[in-house]
């Protein structure tokens, strides 16, 4: 399985990036995808995660500016990231799991087998 992100840079405040992640190897469609970011000294955490049926989870955080998707047909997980914030800066990682985890426990990275390469977000202030 090889999960390959891209997508990151450098944007100002209130701006927007959209973060990519094409998966192979595994049966997409049925796969829990995720994203996860970690900030530098701090732990990795959950950000959002998307289900077959387009069922999706967010941390309260990223609610109502960040947008998950998956297209199926390419086998690729979307994260539209819009009014960002300094905090939002972090390596973001694209994650995925085989089985079809119930919603309430996709936000533990224990979760996924499979994990992409970090990208780097960086969010001026």
């Known amino acids: 399985v090889q999960l390959q992100a891209s997508g990151g840079g450098l944007v100002q405040a209130g701006g927007s990036l959209r973060l990519s992640c094409a998966a192979s190897?595994?049966?997409?469609?049925?796969?829990?995808m995720a994203w996860f970011r970690q900030a530098p000294g701090k732990e990795r955490e959950f950000v959002a995660a998307?289900?077959?049926?387009?069922?999706?989870r967010y941390a309260d955080s990223v609610k109502g500016r960040f947008t998950i998707s998956r297209d199926n047909a390419r086998n690729t997980m979307y994260l539209q990231m819009n009014s960002l914030k300094a905090e939002d800066t972090a390596v973001y990682f694209c994650a995925a799991d085989y089985r079809q985890w119930i919603m309430g426990v996709v936000a533990q990275p224990s979760r996924y087998d499979y994990w992409g390469q970090g990208i780097q977000v960086t969010v001026s202030s």
């Open positions: 190897g595994l049966t997409f469609s049925r796969s829990t």
């Open positions: 998307a289900r077959s049926g387009g069922i999706t």
